[in-house]
């Protein structure tokens, strides 16, 4: 009787082993390219992501829009939430792979978050590039029937519930991504339609929102832009985590007198 | 447009009835001083209380602890385990493994999603059931609609070991009678009176058995984080002590290839 062995399956990944060790790679290919012995010459970081997560080699507009956007993404600032998530492990000397952590867990939610983004691409999916069908979307949106682990979304994804107007950055962002992708892509589209929306939304569009046109337009699934999104925003984090640990807690908000605990029993009486 | 009104008006200000502390003089937690009001409570006692704010009695804590127990299976081949056991074995730290482990737990197939889903899953069944439908039609439509029923069917195999134990405790607790228990095991006799052969697992059971204690679906959720974790050290510990690397690798022959053949850059 043959026993069955257990293995990965894998469309991404193949290698060969070292004649002298079973589990050392003599050579490893990512999707027919061999790694080290021409990928690595040849491809630059973003066309091998591309490549990771569509197994095809990237166009050149599309590695040159996947680019900009990791360049538009890598660091949210220290005020975002995933960021000031890694930073609350750096400056008290956390483990860096816990503020790393700590930056995913944050920045997977749902107000400029990795699963908004997710969101915003089944949008794209359903409404695609039909004004109406978005503006119907956005003013009526669906609610879930099943509970889930992820609670219903509080505001049309894409947008910033607590925006005035489209902020510059966003503004710049979506601007120049869509120069780089076609005329008849999503990201010219949103910049076309993007007033219309927003009144639809009530709300001024996010950085989100441009990041879910624009890995919509590269083709991606939405769970693959949901991981893509979790992943280009950790280097600031990890900056901003190492920078705070420098600083310490002395020089971190610690909101000393921000508490208002309405029904604090107060302190006890010595009897 | 909203605007930041919301944001201005939260600058620098939280304002709670969860909790604080008081540098050197007191911890609130919920309304209580945790060192005085509350040290009647075991861990337990408190979890619950920090989720619902409400206190349980003796015998539903003694079912919630139990849960737990029942949940805590230290085999690093299970998925969530296999996280805090790889870790353990390329030296990572506890904490990393343990947390790591404990998030992969929201999962599809087990933990997180059914969890929730089953609780919720019975309240809107019961909610039916006393609007007059009837609960084959319940069960049809939930399978017809997602092609299955949370809490009903097992991966690896169909049956539940621990619903035998935990019934045994719950009857010595005088819980097991209550409605959404009963309605638990009415579901998996219409399953198997039916033709789809699934019974009931342990969130069902577990669900059942948090909901008759009132709790909502995402109480229930919250309550269950951790139910997996004491199974996750034995793993962790195990691997950290044997060899490094040495936890169920792999050789490069392993990795069965599917794509497409080899190419030039």
Known sequence: MSEQRDSIHTRIWREQAEPDNAFAAQRCWCAGYDVYGDLLRKASWTEYLFLLFRGERPARWQAALLEALAVALANPGPRDASVSAAMNGGVAGSTYASCLMAALAAGAGQLGGAHEVALAMQLWRRAGMRLEAWQAALQHPEVEERVDIWPQIEHAPGFDPHGASCALPVRQTLQYLAQIGAPSGELAWLQQHRLALETAANAPLAMSGVAAAALQQLGLSAREGEMLFLLLRLPGAAAHALEQEEHGVGKYPFYRDGLNVTNDPGPRLAT | MNGPRQLEASMDRLVTQMGGWFPGQRTVFRGHDLHHDLSDLDWMGLYVF???????????????????????????????????????????????????????????????????????????????????????????????????????????VGVDERIGPMMKLAAEQGLDQQPFVRLAF????????????????????????????????????????????????????????????????????????????????
């Open chain 2, 186 to 265: 009415d579901v998996e006799r219409v399953l198997l009176e039916g033709r789809y052969r699934l019974r009931m697992n342990f969130a069902a059971l577990s669900a059942a058995l948090t909901a008759d204690m009132g709790f909502s679906a995402r109480e229930h959720y919250l309550y269950f984080i951790p139910c997996f974790v004491a199974g996750m050290l034995p793993c962790f510990v195990d691997a950290s002590v044997k060899p490094e690397g040495a936890f169920f690798p792999l050789s490069c022959d392993r990795v069965s290839y599917l794509g497409v053949p080899e190419r030039v850059w």
């Open chain 2, 50 to 156: 920090g989720i619902t704010g409400r206190r349980f009695s003796p015998a539903q804590l003694t079912v919630l602890h139990r849960i737990w127990t029942y949940t805590s299976y230290p085999d690093p081949r299970l998925w969530n385990n296999r996280v805090a056991a790889v870790a353990g074995s390329v030296r990572s730290t506890g904490s990393l493994a343990i947390s790591a482990a404990m998030a992969v737990s929201e999962a599809t197939i087990y933990g997180g999603r059914p969890v929730i889903r089953c609780i919720d899953f019975f309240q809107k069944s019961k909610q039916q059931q006393e609007a007059g439908a009837n609960l084959v039609d319940i069960v049809k439509w939930q399978i017809d609609k997602y092609r299955g029923i949370p809490g009903y069917g097992r991966p690896i």
